[in-house]
């Protein structure tokens, strides 16, 4: 659009000159003299005026001097005869017409009208990025420059098998004679799969900087449009560009979208949504190569894509992009940390080993929160350790809500509650080691227990889950013992418990009366489970009833024999709101002896 008023100001400034020249060189007017009609009659009468010239009902002539004259006659000569008869003098007026240049231009104003408004609706048609009148099914794809590209490989961290697996696409992209020299085949399509947050549009951007080529990038949701037809319309628009642009990329974020199973009876409203993904099928791999335009698409649910758009020949490279472990959080952490003041006290290690399960995203928001954080305080320039622990109990909990009124009977509920949950976790042999307990507000908790995992674990064995099941349970224990009544601040930790339980039974074979069976959810049926029997839905609610009745059996006793335990720890929150590690440790010493 700024192209379009550009050239529309270039082309007025033209015009306004063109009349400035026009007025410039106009012949200027001649010396007349200009007398009245009653005058220019007397002088006919006097016989001083022998030739004279009309044009239309202006009447000049020229005297014996060679002085020139001008009188306008009026149109109706007979409605002044009365007048002039009586002797008044009359004057009559010409009227004075627009140049003939204005003239013209306005007989031509509407002509001129149409073409600007066609033009206009033409530019804003036509463009990249469509959906606009008459440019429906134009790709809305965003293309990048990758020689400007200021995204690396360096720039991603904590994903070094993904980059391995993706160095190879930069080296066709520079070189592609060197893999069909060899007989080699570049991979159609890349697909990166991971949960959200992990870097895989990240990765994507590195590719394109690292190769220098156009990068074409778009979402999934982009093709889809309530029109039928459209969608196919803009995957031909954005192949086609990307052909004229070889080599290059074509980025594909949150194909899902467009990429999920076909239904078998079609119809309906997935019929716009299954012409796109056809059409997509087609360009990846149909009678016309796309040689030299590598496809890279994004997802976090791989298991409903269709099958067909997996297979070999369209997608033939599948790379996950994991959540980092603590070695690549550490990587993350000091990729961001680049960016900000940090303090010498700043232990990236600590700080990697506190984060289990965060994503990229969420380590980068935590240096960001980190660093708000040291603009809201006085007297810090840099941030330090207890900064950081203060943004990553930010994100890992919520915000603190100090301001919420809580009466003294609920704070000693949650404190009783919180203990509960710390205790039974203390008391179990491998349960993750307790981090930090409060009883201040976080987001819709009242209170919170955080647990820190010494390592990192891949797969968790049964005894670890029922330890969880027990640490669960323990707020609801705590309250009942304490106050021989319940209330709803369990509500979460009862959903999870549940949760967990029915997983062990239905989706890790850990139930003996179940054994190794499984009633997973099929994502592609919408998440229903194999159609069971009712004698099997009983046996299976059987086997969670009673591994979550052998976790509260557990977690009760744990409490009973350390009430004064539960009673010291309850307190201690009270008196300051947060213990941490260290503290707990001590009121475990001081109350149980016989326990280390």
């Known amino acids: 659009m700024k192209y379009f008023y550009k050239n529309l100001s270039i082309w007025l400034i033209i015009g306004l000159a063109f009349i400035l020249l026009l007025n410039f060189f106009k012949k200027a007017p001649e010396d007349i003299n200009h007398i009245q009609y009653s005058d220019f009659l007397k002088r006919v009468k006097s016989g001083t005026i022998s030739d004279i010239s009309i044009n239309e009902n202006t ?90 590209s200021k995204v690396k490989f ?10 391995d697996e993706l ?58 449009e309530m029109y039928v037809g459209i969608g196919a319309s803009r995957v031909r628009d954005l192949f086609k560009e990307g052909k004229k642009k070889a080599p290059c990329i074509i980025f594909i974020d949150e194909i899902d979208a467009v990429g999920r199973h076909r239904s078998a009876g079609g119809g309906g409203g997935n019929d716009e949504r299954e012409q796109t993904l056809n059409q997509l099928l087609v360009e990846m791999d149909g009678f016309e190569g796309n040689e030299s335009v590598i496809i890279i698409a994004a997802t976090n649910r791989q298991d409903i894509l269709d099958p067909a758009l997996l297979r070999p ?8 992009v994991p959540v980092p472990d603590v070695g690549g959080r550490e990587q993350i952490l000091k990729v961001h940390a680049a960016k900000i003041q940090v303090a010498d006290d700043v232990d990236w290690k600590v700080i990697a080993k506190g984060t ?81 307990v409060t009883i201040i507000p976080r987001g819709k908790a009242l209170g919170l227990t955080m ?21 669960l349970l323990g707020g609801r224990i705590a309250e009942e013992i304490e106050f021989k009544d319940m209330t709803t601040g369990a509500g979460n930790d009862i959903d999870r418990a549940s949760n967990m339980a029915r997983k062990m039974v239905c989706e890790w074979g850990m139930s003996e009366e179940i054994g190794t069976i499984s009633f997973k959810g099929d994502p592609a049926q919408g998440g229903q489970g194999p159609l069971i029997s ?28 350390n009430s004064k335990t539960l009673d010291a720890m309850s307190q201690a929150l009270l008196d300051v709101e947060t213990i941490s590690h260290k503290d707990i440790k001590k009121i475990v010493e001081e109350n149980s002896p016989h326990v280390s």
């Open 59 to 148: 009447i000049t002539w020229t005297n014996s001097n060679g002085e020139k004259f001008k009188s306008i006659a009026p149109q109706k000569p007979e409605l002044v005869s009365p007048l002039l008869a009586s002797g008044i003098n009359v004057e009559v007026q010409q009227t004075k017409e627009p140049h003939w240049f204005f003239k013209t231009l306005l007989s031509w104003v509407p002509f001129i009208l149409i073409i600007v408004l066609w033009f206009f609706f033409m530019k804003q048609g036509g463009g990249k990025g469509g959906g606009k009148a008459m440019a429906f099914g134009k790709s809305k794809a965003k293309l990048i420059d990758g020689q400007k």
């Open 154 to 163: 360096k720039d991603v961290a904590g994903v070094q098998e993904a980059k």
């Open 167 to 224: 160095v190879e696409i930069v080296d066709f992209l520079k070189d592609p004679t060197k893999f069909t020299d060899a007989g080699a085949r570049i991979p159609t399509g890349v697909l990166l799969y991971g949960e959200p947050g992990t870097g895989k549009t990240l990765l994507a951007k590195a590719i394109a900087g690292e190769a220098g080529v156009p990068f074409f990038s778009i979402s999934g949701s982009s093709f889809v």
């Open 313 to 320: 020949g369209r997608f033939d490279r599948q790379v996950m």
């Open 356 to 436: 289990p399960g965060f994503s990229g995203a969420e380590l980068a928001n935590m240096i960001n929160e980190a660093a708000l954080l040291v603009t809201r305080m006085k007297n810090a320039s840099k941030v330090t350790m207890n900064i950081l622990e203060e943004a990553k109990d930010k994100v890992m909990m919520g915000a603190e809500r100090r301001s919420l009124i809580i009466t003294d009977k609920e704070k000693r509920i949650t404190a009783f509650h919180e203990a509960g949950h710390a205790l039974v976790a203390w008391m179990l042999p491998g349960a993750d080691p307790v981090h930090k």
């Open 451 to 471: 647990q820190l995992p010494e390592e990192e674990k891949l797969s968790h064995p049964r005894s670890y889950l029922l330890n969880n099941l027990c640490i």
């Open 534 to 561: 009712q004698k099997t839905a009983e046996k299976i609610d059987r086997a969670v009833e009673s591994l979550i009745a052998q976790a509260y059996s557990t977690a009760k006793n744990i409490l009973t024999e």
